[in-house]
T-cell receptor
Framework: QQQVKQSPQSLIVQKGGISIINCAYE??????FPWYQQFPGKGPALLIA?????SEKKEGRFTISFNKSAKQFSLHIMDSQPGDSATYFC???????????FGKGTTLSVSS | NAGVTQTPKFQVLKTGQSMTLQCAQD?????MSWYRQDPGMGLRLIHY???????DQGEVPNGYNVSRSTTEDFPLRLLSAAPSQTSVYFC????????????FGQGTRLTVV
């Protein structure tokens, strides 16, 4: 049973455009929602994370929007650059912090 | 600090062979975990540990064993390799629990023939 559903599977965006990746979760006990970025041949690295006490968190060009009632959260990349081309994973965990569950990933290509 | 170090980077096994994937971290993190990454499947949790001497199963534990005798090391053992275990394996560590920043190793690409 997939607990975190991520879409789209792949995304092509023009340089300077906005990239949007969406995730939905089922488990209402989840209370930690990070996004990880992975370049080919590398391990994932934390990009940005949010907890449900806020509806939005922004770090530079990256923003997480969180909708607790809809059990959805999304990553917005403003002014997308070719260097942002990577695979992005959403994830979720609960207060016990024992198991970070990942979505299936979105491959982003930013064309110049 | 080296962070999270995984060895080997690449490995080819024959069906039925056993091997151990090594993982070490030098950040004094309590929580460590193993994931496998397959195309279109994302990262799936195999086993995790919340501290030395404590391990538990994740989403896909069958065919794998782990132990955590020290804070630094968290080896993953394949008991009898099968082609279905062909994958890229990642070890990760977090300061306290999984709901804090996870630091991943570079991965081990395993092929079982």
């Amino acid at each position: 049973q997939q607990q975190v559903k991520q879409s789209p599977q792949s995304l092509i965006v023009q340089k300077g455009g906005i990239s949007i990746i969406n995730c939905a979760y089922e488990n209402t006990a989840f209370d930690y929602f990070p996004w990880y970025q992975q370049f080919p041949g590398k391990g994932p690295a934390l990009l940005i994370a949010i907890r449900p006490d806020v509806s939005e968190k922004k770090e530079g060009r990256f923003t997480i929007s969180f909708n607790k009632s809809a059990k959805q959260f999304s990553l917005h990349i403003m002014d997308s650059q070719p260097g942002d081309s990577a695979t992005y994973f959403c994830a979720a965990d609960n207060q016990a912090g024992t198991a970070l569950i990942f979505g299936k990933g979105t491959t982003l290509s930013v064309s110049s | 600090n080296a962070g999270v170090t995984q060895t080997p980077k690449f490995q080819v096994l024959k069906t039925g062979q056993s091997m151990t994937l090594q993982c070490a971290q030098d950040m004094n993190h309590e929580y460590m975990s193993w994931y496998r990454q397959d195309p279109g499947m994302g990262l799936r949790l195999i086993h995790y540990s919340v501290g030395a001497g404590i391990t538990d199963q994740g989403e896909v534990p069958n065919g794998y064993n782990v132990s955590r005798s020290t804070t630094e090391d968290f080896p993953l053992r394949l008991l009898s390799a099968a082609p279905s275990q062909t994958s890229v394996y990642f070890c990760a560590s977090s300061y306290y629990r999984a709901n804090t920043e996870a630091f991943f190793g570079q991965g081990t690409r395993l092929t079982v023939v």
